[in-house]
């Protein structure tokens, strides 16, 4: 297990070191480097000397060290979700998920490195040729969350390989021994040194304000809270540096009186329950039409209360930890308030006794009006609501500043396509829990981000586009 930095091509101590946590029991698994300011330099400048170099470097070479990555990944995927799952808390099968999920990104973008598109046209007007290429931006920043420590590490750096940008990467306090992993990946890969440098800040907001003003520093790829997303869009406004920024959701979950039912509750099972209810793409407000309500609650409910809580590595196991006491004590007051606001409980809502981050699966009946339908609840918690038609639904679907994804459930195509036309999401998944894909763009809408990550489009993320006219 990798515990100190990365920069420059050697692995490196900081000024001292921070405990990294196992959240089901509070063990400590290990001591990782923390970077002081000296550091942080270090890092933007092997990575700004490396620049041009790496930019120039053949799409094919890039493309071989993405493949090469994507093998050693999926070889060591066992030893890799091990970490995941120590240091997140999350199950066994959910972080080996993560990680196949994640290897795909380094093998997609393996692929669209060697075809990024150009453009050569005669102008409307016949003065000159249209020239249209894109190249690699520059150093970026890439800052992930502790949600999904791997994939969300290599849905940018697979393609900030793939365009030919050298970068900086600051994973999450709570789970920086994947991202580590992950490094050493890439080191054994063939990356040559200083285009991926890897530091955990002492003082995050300090260091990383310093870093977004520094005029080495040209992109930011930010994955996490729109909370946070807000202070770095204003500090990247300093220098006007472009912005990815993939944020919270609280995506609504539709069920039409049409749907097939148990393909219904096995789809939410999914969508709320994968990684434990902490992901961005969790369904938080389940809105169902009143005449199937009853049935699809009851049904929901018995699934959510089957589920085996504990010790994400022990086997069985399909519901683990929070990251952390802090987290699960947010889940737990959310749940308190909406009972307390009028929610019924079907299953689940209060918290165990014991060291271990743990809230249970929960399902919750609540009035529209309900606040928890306000909050991304980042835990096993589905509030349900109930609707008359269909554009309550969609009314009742596109009440929050979020927009990442919605899930439709209704065997009637137009309707599900009006639906999906009408919800103010990036996403839809229409009769599906899950549609995250490397080769699909995902991002969301309103503030729930800037940009796509993955598809066709990810890659351009990393890329400026730069028109050329030419007199003939
Ligand atoms: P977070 O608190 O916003 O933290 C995300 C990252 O930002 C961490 O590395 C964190 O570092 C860093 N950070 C915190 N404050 C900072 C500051 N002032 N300046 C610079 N960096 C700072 O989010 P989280 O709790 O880790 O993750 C959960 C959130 O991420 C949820 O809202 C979820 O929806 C969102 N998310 C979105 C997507 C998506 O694709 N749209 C995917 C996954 C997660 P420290 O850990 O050191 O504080």
């Known amino acids: 297990m990798r515990t100190q930095m990365y920069i420059d091509g050697q692995w490196v101590d900081g000024i001292t070191t921070m405990p990294v946590t196992d959240p089901s029991d509070g063990s400590v698994i290990a001591e990782v480097a923390v970077a002081g300011p000296e550091q942080c330099e270090a890092a933007v400048a092997a990575a700004d000397r490396a620049a041009a170099d790496w930019a120039k470097t053949a799409p094919r070479v890039r493309s071989e060290i993405l493949r090469k990555a994507f093998e050693i990944m999926v070889a060591e995927a066992d030893a890799i979700a091990t970490i995941v799952s120590k240091e997140n808390g999350k199950v066994l099968t959910d972080a080996k998920g993560e990680v196949l999920y994640a290897a795909e990104f380094f093998r997609w973008f393996a692929e669209e490195a060697v075809r990024v598109p150009g453009d050569f046209r005669k102008s409307p007007s016949g003065d000159k040729r249209i020239l249209v290429t894109h190249q690699p931006i520059g150093v970026s920043l890439l800052i992930t969350p502790w949600n999904f420590p791997a994939a969300m590490a290599t849905r940018k750096i697979g393609p900030a390989i793939a365009a030919g940008c050298t970068m900086i990467l600051k994973p999450a306090s709570e789970t920086p021994l ?9 080191e054994r890969a063939g990356v040559p040194k200083g285009v991926i440098n890897v530091i955990l800040p002492q003082k995050v907001g300090e260091s990383i304000s310093k870093i977004l003003h520094d005029p080495r520093v040209k992109n930011l790829s930010f994955t996490g809270s729109t909370e946070v997303g807000r202070v770095l869009i204003r500090e990247a406004a300093d220098r006007v540096i472009r912005c990815s920024m993939e944020l919270g959701g609280n995506a609504p979950f539709v069920v039409f009186e049409d749907a097939d039912i148990p393909a219904a509750v096995a789809g939410l099972m999914l ?9 961005c793409t969790a369904a938080n407000r389940v809105y169902v039409q009143k005449s199937v309500a009853d049935q699809f609650t009851k049904e929901f409910s018995q ?22 006491i802090k987290e699960r004590n947010k889940i737990a007051e959310l749940v308190d308030a909406a009972v307390k606001a009028g929610g019924k409980l079907h299953t689940g809502g209060s918290t165990p006794e014991g060291a271990g981050a743990f809230y249970p699966a929960t399902v919750i009946s609540v009035d529209k009006s309900n606040d928890i339908l ?12 109930t609707f008359d038609t269909d554009q309550e639904a969609i009314q009742l679907a596109n009440s929050t500043d979020f927009g990442l994804i919605s899930y439709v459930f209704t065997k009637d195509l137009a309707r599900a396509i009006r639906t999906a036309e009408a919800i103010e999401s990036g996403m839809v998944a229409i009769n599906k829990g899950v549609i995250s894909d490397p080769a699909a763009p995902f991002g969301g809408v309103k503030q729930s981000g800037l940009g796509r990550e993955g598809g066709f489009d990810g890659i351009h993320e990393f890329l400026e586009t730069k028109y050329i006219g030419v007199e003939i």
């Not at 994947?178 to 890439?186: C, F, G, H």
């Not at 306000?374 to 609501?385: C, D, L, Q, R, T």
Request: charged fraction near 15%; avoid cysteine; glycine fraction near 14%.
């Open 178 to 186: 994947t991202a580590l992993a992950i490094v050493d990946i890439m």
């Open 271 to 279: 969508a709320k329950m994968r990684n434990g209810g902490a992901a």
């Open 374 to 385: 306000n909050h991304e609840v980042f835990g096993p918690v589905a509030p349900i609501v």
């Open 303 to 324: 699934a959510m209360s089957q589920l085996k809580m504990g010790k994400g590595t022990d086997a069985g196991i399909q519901l683990g930890a929070s990251v952390s």
